[in-house]
RNA sequence: GCGACCAUAGCUCAGCUGGUAGAGCGCCUCGUUCACACCGAGGAGGUCUCAGGUUCAAGUCCUGAUGGUCGCACCA
């Protein structure tokens, strides 16, 4: 007797247990026999260090171990690589705020080697906690091969690319417009700034000529940034403006004269005034602007964010909103304010720390990508990497095709320091792979390292190349470059996996994957972005301790295929709560009847000829609907449809399995049923139950490993369901070996397509009879006598055949069947199917007005149906043109349809003649 | 401004290459049938956003509009 189950399937008794065996037992690594197997390799996208599990993560690790629990159980030599990101403006901004908090001082305070050696101690402390929350969701991560974007070997990757780089002049350092963030005090990229709606106001102010009473009207959004302004620029056919190009500007409030310019890249003459005031210095337009005419580049925003020299001094020290305030107080007052009106813009803002980004010119390292960029993009073009789903490649293409140089030195502390020394003697720049306390050019000791760090999206664009040890020819990287799949989140598609891609080629040679496949958002309940100000975060760990790991898993797999945004649903993940249950329950069931099942003898004398018609009608109708179930499991997880996959077996499970097999298969396990009979529903039971786990088991691993090392009667090919074969449909309509050994037929054998049919037929007649029931408020559990009406033999002998089932299911007492002719019993309800009329004798406790009613309503669908066929048949275009099987089975609905419609006519009579 | 995606039952979503509108939840009526009340039985509920077009046939293909989401972009 097996172990028994408790009633309700309890994940928390489970998970940790199974995921602790799952590891120790070393089924996350590839064995080393796979011989020839081909590889499988996925790497996770490194969360942050510090970082805690959200739903992001939680459908990252649902798709990703679900692929690979699926490529594992199908025999690939299979390797999923965790690891973690250190993360470098996020971590660091929270360790300045633990130090602020604890000890009130900034890191300017204690010192850049104190910070960070608080900082490795905020990552031992606070880091590693994402990873046992990623356990906790099943993740089947070879855990020995765990990388973090800092350890040595990431560092040494780190330095091998950059140096490279260098000397091939992709990396270079200059003097230019940035953006910069002074919320966190160091440059980024572009990619890091978010543009957001503002209602901003456009300002026009009046610059007088010089020399003249005239005056130039210019617009602006940022009247401030005039304090540094050193030129105007009016478009050259401009005629309202020609006479004015080559005079000068008497520039307001800052005692300077700056010439007027004719430029018609940056002016449009439509917009505004037609006059510009070009501030090279703080706009990455004006700066180019000021190249091709020369003009000065004055900076007057510093740093901080603030007006700096040469502004004049009254403004000095204001930040920019103040500064504002004050310049267009003064214009004001001058009388240089001509008009405001109000102007919606979109504004760049840090997407770290929030605030506006100001650009200002600084000397940073940047990147020169547009050659990496090129291979990148051929790469998927040619088709050597895919990118699912498709149209997310033109997003790729086009920011490939518009690419800028990348800006990659960040005034952070946390991160790899840039590796490049400066000499004091002579001024060279020495790039290194080792440390250097040597200028490279003469000699001298007096070198500095460059204070900079690299941008996280350094490191994390080189991770499938670190995860396997690159730059060392490892065997890990031999055997698992380039990756399989790259699985992430289409938000960060230009961040990391177009920078992986770049660097990938560049440095290999080969693309680092095969398949990128793009998850999309998951949204709060409100549909919207999930953020704590708005307070609709869902927390995944929250979700496991109340629904279970499994139920969280199998709602995001049913989610991931959708190419919009997820709107979370709390009562999805309880339904499958509820699923995971039921599988439990059915399963419970079934261990309650298969004590004594001998499999050997049931694919023996059953399955290996496939003689079929041994089994009962159910037997063979629950193995087709099985193999169905699996073929389609198997044809959508290839088309990365996971959520049809999922709902296939879903629906086998519950409406199938549970709603009419398992009830229909109940007789035989009662006492005193036929002990062979019995004997091939246990094994039908088992052999249904041990293949719907493994199909579901990449799905919800925990539920259907603890419930299969339970099943008496399942194929022991592997101690644990991860490494059991997967039951796999090949592409015709055969099997592989394995667990589907001779069951294709399953598909196509007459004995078993015959059973389908009279399943299906049981089912429509038991649901006739309930509802009878049910319409005259009989309890659904009251057994009845049931009559059924017809001449049709065929037909008759279908009920026949399934007579037992349908009695037993149907509740019904004693069957038999009236003539056509016959009159109906006195009082009795009655419904059509097919060719037979449902008799349900009622003692007259029928409401003969409610029966008419119904039929008649019912009658009245089935005319408009009929209507309708009727004249699609008359249509010459239509059975002239429609494909001729198409036009047979329109005729075949014709002949049920009128047939249907003459019993229920009939049966409308009979019963109007009965009413008193 | 350019581009992509989405618009199907009260809610969250399926509906593949065009051929009788589906699921889960919610709602209504029953039910302590020996796997499961995290359950069972029955039921109500949709002019598939709108307008054109292609076709024998359109939720499905094309065009346009409207609404929503999201990328990209220097309109001061």
Request: charge should be negative; charged fraction near 25%; hydrophobic fraction near 40%.
């Amino acid at each position: 007797m097996s172990s028994t189950l408790s009633k309700v399937y309890e994940p928390a008794s489970v998970e940790a247990r199974l995921y602790t065996w799952w590891r120790d037992s070393g089924l996350f690594v590839p064995s080393d026999d796979h011989g020839d197997a081909p590889s499988y390799t996925v790497t996770l996208p490194p969360p942050n260090v510090t970082g805690r599990l959200h739903m992001g993560h939680a459908l990252t690790a649902t798709i990703e171990d679900t692929l690979v629990r699926w490529h594992r159980m199908r025999g690939f030599a299979t390797r999923w690589l965790p690891g973690t990101d250190h993360a470098g403006i996020a971590t660091q901004v929270m360790v300045e705020r633990d130090l602020l908090a604890k000890e009130g001082k900034s890191r300017l305070e204690v010192g850049r080697e104190s910070f960070l050696r608080r900082t490795w101690a905020w990552k031992e402390d606070h880091g590693g906690a994402i990873d046992g929350q990623l356990e906790r969701m099943g993740a089947s991560l070879d855990w020995g091969m765990y990388r973090f974007t800092m350890d040595e070997v990431s560092s040494r990757a780190v330095r091998e690319a950059f140096v490279t780089l260098y000397e091939q002049g992709l990396i270079y350092r200059d003097h230019r417009l940035i953006n910069w963030d002074w919320g966190s005090q160091t440059a980024v990229s572009d990619l890091e700034v978010e543009a957001r709606d503002v209602d901003g106001k456009l300002w026009q102010i009046a610059y007088p000529v010089t020399g003249t009473e005239e005056t130039l009207v210019v617009a602006t959004t940022r009247p401030e940034t005039m304090l540094g302004d050193s030129g105007v620029a009016v478009h050259p056919e401009d005629p309202r403006y020609r006479h004015l190009v080559g005079k000068t500007i008497d520039l307001p409030l800052t005692g300077r004269t700056i010439p007027i310019v004719a430029d018609p890249i940056l002016v449009d003459m439509e917009f505004g005034t037609g006059a510009v005031k070009v501030t090279p210095a703080h706009d990455f337009n004006d700066f180019e602007t000021g190249k091709r005419h020369d003009l000065d580049l004055i900076q007057v925003i510093d740093l901080d964010g603030r007006i700096c020299a040469p502004a004049p001094a009254r403004f000095v020290g204001l930040s920019v909103s103040e500064a504002r305030e004050a310049v267009l107080a003064e214009l004001e007052q001058g009388g240089a304010l001509v008009k405001v009106e109000p102007h919606a813009m979109k504004v760049g803002h840090s997407q770290r720390s929030g605030v506006i980004v100001e650009p200002l010119p600084s000397t940073q390292w940047f990147v020169n990508v547009a050659p990496m960029a090129e291979k990148a993009l051929a790469a998927v073009k040619d088709g050597a990497t895919r990118i699912v789903p498709g149209h997310r490649a033109n997003d790729y293409y086009r920011w490939m095709e518009n690419i800028h140089d990348w800006c990659i030195s960040r005034q952070l502390w946390w991160g790899h320091r840039i590796p490049a020394w400066y000499c004091g003697a002579c001024e060279a720049i020495s790039v290194s792979r080792q440390d250097l306390a040597a200028c490279q050019k003469c000699g001298s000791g007096e070198v500095r390292q460059d204070e900079d760090v690299l941008d996280t999206w350094f490191s994390s664009g080189l991770w499938p190349l670190t995860t396997l040890g690159w730059p060392e020819q490892t065997p890990a990287f031999k055997t698992h470059y380039p990756n399989t799949l790259m699985e992430t989140g289409w938000d960060i598609l230009f961040f990391w996996v177009a920078r992986m891609m770049m660097f990938g080629i560049h440095f290999t040679g080969e693309p680092p994957f095969k398949d990128i496949f793009l998850h999309s958002m998951v949204l709060g309940e409100d549909g919207q972005k999930m953020s704590k100000t708005k307070g609709n975060v869902v927390d995944p760990i929250e979700l496991i301790d109340e629904y279970g790991t499994d139920a969280l898993r199998f709602y995001l797999a049913t989610m991931g295929g959708q190419e919009h945004g997820i709107v979370f649903s709390r009562k999805r993940v309880e339904g499958y709560r509820n699923f995971c249950n039921k599988l439990w329950n059915a399963s419970r069931f079934a261990m309650m009847n298969l004590e004594g099942v001998d499999m050997d003898a049931f694919r023996s004398e059953v399955v290996t000829p496939g003689r079929w018609e041994l089994l009962s009608v159910a037997d063979r109708w629950i193995l087709n609907r099985c193999a169905q179930m699996l073929k389609t499991v198997d044809a959508e997880l290839k088309g990365w449809r996971l959520d049809l996959a999922a709902g296939k077996a879903y629906q086998f499970v519950w409406h199938e399995l549970c709603d009419w097999y398992l009830e229909l298969s109940k007789a035989n396990f009662k006492e005193g049923a036929d002990p062979t009979a019995r004997g091939r529903s246990q094994g039908t039971l088992a052999l249904v139950l041990d293949l719907t786990l493994r199909a579901l088991h990449p799905f919800i691993p925990f539920v259907t490993e603890e419930i299969w090392q339970q099943l008496p009667g399942r194929q022991a090919d592997s101690k644990s369901l991860m490494t059991a074969a997967f039951p796999e449909f090949s592409g015709d309509e055969g099997a592989t070996p394995g667990p589907l050994a001779n069951l294709a037929s399953l598909l196509s054998a007459p004995a078993v397509l015959e059973a389908v049919a009279d399943i299906e037929l049981l089912e429509r007649v038991i649901h006739k009879r309930r509802n009878l029931a049910a319409d005259a408020r009989v309890p659904p559990a009251k057994r009845v006598p049931l009559q059924i009406r017809t001449s049709n033999q065929d037909a008759w002998a279908r009920v026949e055949r399934v007579r037992d089932a349908l009695c037993f299911v149907g509740r019904v007492t004693e069957l038999s069947r009236l003539d056509e002719d016959a009159p109906l019993p006195h009082g009795a309800a009655v419904d059509v199917v097919d060719e037979l009329e449902i008799v349900l004798p009622l003692d007259g406790l029928v409401d003969i007005e409610e029966e008419k009613r119904r039929i008649a309503k019912d009658l009245d669908k089935r005319r408009k149906e009929l209507e309708g066929l009727t004249r699609k048949l008359a249509n010459a275009g239509f059975t002239s043109k429609a494909p001729p099987h198409v036009v047979e089975a329109e005729r075949e609905r014709l002949v049920a349809v009128t047939r249907n419609i003459e019993k229920q006519e009939h049966l409308l009579a009979q019963l109007s003649g009965s009413t008193p």
